[in-house]
């Protein structure tokens, strides 16, 4: 009976994150996997390149793929500098 009351004296919790700081953490750890992704993408495509042999075709496949995976790791460094900078106006 007295571990019944001590658990009734509980104290309201104060230092509970947010939804939004939540919500931002989770986004930027989403653009987080995103970049290692492109990344990774980056590093197959110069391999791609790498043994591509001299030929033209798969010189060009392998230009194109780092061109999306250039454009992917920008894209997703945009995504991580927007929500930093959104972030700083709902988390104080």
């Known amino acids: 009976m007295i571990h019944i009351i001590n658990i009734a004296h509980a104290g309201v919790i104060t230092d509970a994150p947010s ?4 919500g931002i953490k989770f986004l930027f750890f ?3 996997i995103a970049m ?8 197959i495509s110069g391999i791609l390149y790498f043994f591509s ?19 992917g790791v920008a894209l997703a460094m945009g995504g991580m500098i927007l929500v930093n900078f959104i972030g700083q106006f709902f988390i104080k």
């Open 19 to 22: 939804i939004s700081s939540m």
């Open 30 to 32: 989403l653009l987080s």
């Open 36 to 43: 290692i992704i492109a990344i990774i993408a980056l590093v």
């Open 53 to 71: 042999g001299g030929d033209e075709k798969k010189m060009q496949i392998a230009k194109r793929s780092a061109t999306y995976a250039i454009l």
